[in-house]
């Protein structure tokens, strides 16, 4: 064999692997430029895989969106335009909607006022399954398992119109207080999720945890035996800080699902000082763990959780100035994290 005839061995080789490489790129940019035509459609049907919310090829997935306010209390953003403006300019990949059950401040939610606190959450269902986002439909209650026989009703309607949609999670107890899990919680959860499953054998139920739903570790110990449960976690950043992480963590290890449904970037009550340096810690904690998240919420109330402070425009298309210290960081931080989603999304 002579020279040329070995140099042209060792090129040959080097050929192939140059052409393989080529075509492994040109796949890869082919599917990273695929475009779908909505979120949904991208993830498809939620599940959970050990301590995680996969897509519908079993890939981790993290949702980041806004919560609303109280039904009873701002039900004027509870429409399709300030849906659409969630996704369009926020980016919101979802969007919770806060059913008030009991009064608060003087108004009465979905117990004495049904059809028109329904009709409010069925609007925003409808707004996210045609704008192809996932909605959280939240029985936003602290005394949910006094009120079983309301709440299974309910969601039992929530499951026969919209169960077979992927948009669709249930939470079905937003925030226990200082009950028991064993005696109050979890059978109250076994009760509404065994309705649920026999409409909906699939989309995910958030079940709120004690304290306000920050007992996830005690949740852990005793888990409920279903398929697709999630257990809430919420925080406040100002009062709740790395003891609540070590919490989150004990509940992780033991391979249960979290979902802060509900988080604030100031104090407990929901207003008292903005404090961006926790709030940057926890949503580092999140997004490490593949744990999504609402934050509360969409507003015009004089506190400093609230995103608006603006009176006067509940169909969206807030300018800057229109956002509080709250909405201005809190939208920037979806726009951010999200942008990669949207980037494979084709929006109307």
């Known amino acids: 064999m002579n020279i040329q005839e070995k140099n042209n061995m060792k090129v040959f080789p080097l050929f192939i692997l140059i052409l393989l490489m080529y075509s492994l790129q040109s796949y890869s940019l082919t599917i990273d430029s695929i475009k779908y035509n909505s979120v949904v459609e991208k993830f498809g ?16 997935v993290v949702l980041r969106g806004m919560s609303l306010f109280w039904s009873q209390l701002m039900g004027k953003y509870y429409n399709y335009e300030c849906i659409k403006w969630l996704r369009d300019d926020w980016k919101c990949t979802i969007v919770r ?8 401040d003087g108004k009465w939610g979905y117990m004495k006022n049904p059809d028109e606190e329904f009709n409010k959450i069925k609007t925003v269902i409808e707004a996210a399954i045609d704008l192809g986002i996932y909605v959280i439909v939240d029985w936003h209650d602290h005394n949910a398992h006094n ?36 005696e109050d919680v979890k059978p109250y959860a076994e009760e ?29 110990e005793t888990p409920l035996d279903f398929n697709n449960i ?42 008292g000082y903005l ?18 998240w609402c934050n509360w919420s969409i507003a015009d109330k004089k506190e400093t959780s609230a995103a608006l402070n603006v009176l006067g425009k509940p169909y969206g298309k807030w300018l800057d100035n229109d956002l509080t210290d709250s909405g201005k960081f ?13 980037n494979s999304i084709k929006i109307d």
């Not at 077979?164 to 999670?169: A, R, Y």
């Not at 065994?194 to 949740?219: E, F, H, M, Y």
């Not at 809190?330 to 949207?342: A, E, Q, T, Y």
Request: one cysteine or more; aromatic letters at 12%.
């Open 45 to 60: 049907q939620l599940s959970i895989s050990g301590n995680k919310i996969v897509d519908k090829n079993g890939n981790p």
């Open 97 to 104: 909607a806060s059913m008030g059950i009991e009064e608060a």
């Open 147 to 182: 009120h079983a026989e309301l709440a299974i009703d309910f969601f039992k309607k929530i499951a026969s119109r919209y169960g077979d949609k992927p948009n669709l999670i249930y939470e079905i107890y937003n925030e226990p207080m200082k009950v028991s899990w064993i």
């Open 192 to 220: 509404v999720i065994k309705n649920i499953r026999k409409i909906d054998p699939d989309n995910l139920i958030i079940v709120g945890t004690t304290t306000w739903s920050q007992d996830v570790d005690i949740a852990a």
């Open 230 to 271: 999630i257990y809430a976690l919420h925080f406040y950043a100002a009062s709740h800080k790395q003891e609540l992480r070590d919490k989150a963590r004990i509940a992780l290890a033991k391979n249960i699902t979290l979902f802060v449904s509900e988080f604030g970037t100031c104090e407990y009550t929901g207003s």
């Open 275 to 292: 404090d961006y340096e926790e709030t940057e810690k926890w949503i580092d904690f999140l997004e490490k763990n593949y744990i999504s």
């Open 330 to 342: 809190i939208r920037n931080k979806i726009k951010s994290l999200n942008n990669v989603i949207f």
